[in-house]
């Protein structure tokens, strides 16, 4: 067969076939991973929430000040815990994610980062660093007094050679004590003036059941 | 005439490996080579996925070769490359998700690889299916193999294990995961195949 001539109807008529079966193709792609994709996120969050949280038996999602908090009840409908996913700007290589928990009394209960980009090998350290048994453990604390690393006066190590990055964290964990504290605040605000604020609650929050936490024994 | 044909084939499949290895001596990619070897098992993804995508690419390329008018042969390869790069984003994303985290931002990047469109330019668009396919097949290989090397001397250097697995419990020299260790790599690794290849 020879080839195609360069005239303007044949070059417009490939490109549009050509981005129409494109398209076409991606929709299917896009229809049959949708579900296996939201399946991932969804199971990255709970066993974030499981990280970060006591044990629990369901979860309510909602947004304060924007911000996604996780509110964990146990079966009593008790309130356990109070997770909060914030972001930072601050870190070296971009945007830092990070899933903080904080139990009933205000201190945090555990932490995983959930995106990053910074260094590998320096600023990634951050994973392990904060956490229990870490050189810069933070589990345990209370953040009204607002979290900063040594080298600017705080009481948090840094991870050696990544203060930027280490400074990012307590960034996020002191947004994110911010964004509890204002958690806490629309809660004594529902009990004052239960009917308005269970309207405006219900309009912006989307409850999501999570599966029985099979008695939290993958909590760690 | 069929031990031609064969023969042929073969040297398509293999050139990819050393003679005319895209990274190492065409020095096509060099953005995801040097950014995704931190670690063996980040650079054979990322090989892999080129590949899936090469392979696909070359595939329909060189099956529409004859329906698209040269002056718009690049925009409709971008198309038809992009859409496999996005079939693999999503493909990853569902069923990958921890290598798609480490990989991220540089699966959607595969688009504007040189090896693929390259491949597509030099390659597909002149030959058949099946040479096309093999010549993918090989060229993928290749690009994969080099960077799982690369990315496995880093990994050893920078933070002693190999394939995500720890045989000295300590810090390696972290400059061989940042990205000067990724040049100094590339550099020494393309020194010792030319000077073999000669």
Not at chain 1, 96 to 107: A, P, Y
Not at chain 1, 183 to 191: G, H, L
Request: glycine residues 10%; aromatic residues 10%.
């Amino acid at each position: 067969m020879a080839k195609k001539q360069s005239s303007l109807i044949n070059m417009v008529l490939t490109l549009f076939v050509i981005t129409v079966v494109a398209a076409v193709a991606l929709g299917f792609v896009y229809y049959f991973t949708q579900e296996p994709i939201a399946q991932v996120k969804e199971k990255k969050l709970n066993e974030g929430l499981m990280k970060v949280l006591p044990a629990f038996d369901h979860q309510v999602a909602e947004e304060v000040e924007g911000v996604p908090t996780y509110k964990a009840f146990d079966a009593n409908e008790q309130l356990v815990g109070t997770a909060v996913e914030v972001v930072t700007d601050k870190g070296f290589g971009g945007d830092v994610k990070v899933l903080v928990g904080f139990d009933t009394e205000g201190k945090i209960f555990g932490y995983t980062v959930l995106e990053h980009k910074e260094t590998a090998g320096l600023g990634s350290k951050m994973g392990d660093w904060f956490q229990e048994g870490g050189k810069g453990n933070v589990i345990g604390k209370d953040l009204s007094t607002p979290a900063k690393v040594s080298k600017d006066g705080g009481d948090v190590d840094a991870i050696t050679a990544a203060t930027i990055s280490s400074r990012a964290f307590c960034d996020a964990l002191n947004k994110a004590y911010a964004t509890y504290t204002a958690s806490q605040s629309s809660n004594t605000a529902t009990e004052a003036q239960p009917a308005a604020e269970e309207a405006k609650a219900e309009a912006t929050a989307e409850p999501t059941e999570v599966a029985e936490n099979e008695g939290g024994q993958d909590n760690e | 005439m069929k031990e031609d044909r064969t023969m042929n084939n073969w040297k398509n499949f293999t050139k990819g490996f050393i003679k005319e290895n895209p990274v190492l001596v065409m020095l096509l990619g060099c953005c995801p080579t040097l950014g995704t070897t931190t670690s063996a098992i980040n650079g054979l993804s990322m090989g892999l996925a080129t590949t899936f995508v090469l392979v696909c690419s070359n595939i329909v390329i060189s099956l529409i070769k004859n329906l698209i008018p040269d002056k718009v042969r690049i925009p409709s390869y971008i198309v038809v490359i992009a859409s496999f790069v996005t079939v693999i984003d999503l493909l990853m994303q569902a069923y990958l998700p921890g290598i798609y985290e480490t990989l991220g931002l540089f699966i959607p990047l595969i688009v504007v690889n040189c090896i693929v469109l390259g491949r597509a330019e030099a390659f597909a668009s002149k030959n058949g299916v099946w040479a096309s396919c093999v010549d993918g097949l090989g060229m993928g290989l290749g690009y994969a193999l080099a960077l799982m090397i690369l990315g496995a001397v880093r990994e050893v250097l920078g933070s002693l294990s190999i394939f995500g697995w720890q045989f000295i419990q300590a810090d390696g020299i972290l400059v061989f995961v940042l990205a000067p260790g990724a040049f100094f790599g590339l550099a020494y690794f393309i020194a010792v195949v030319r000077r073999f290849n000669k």
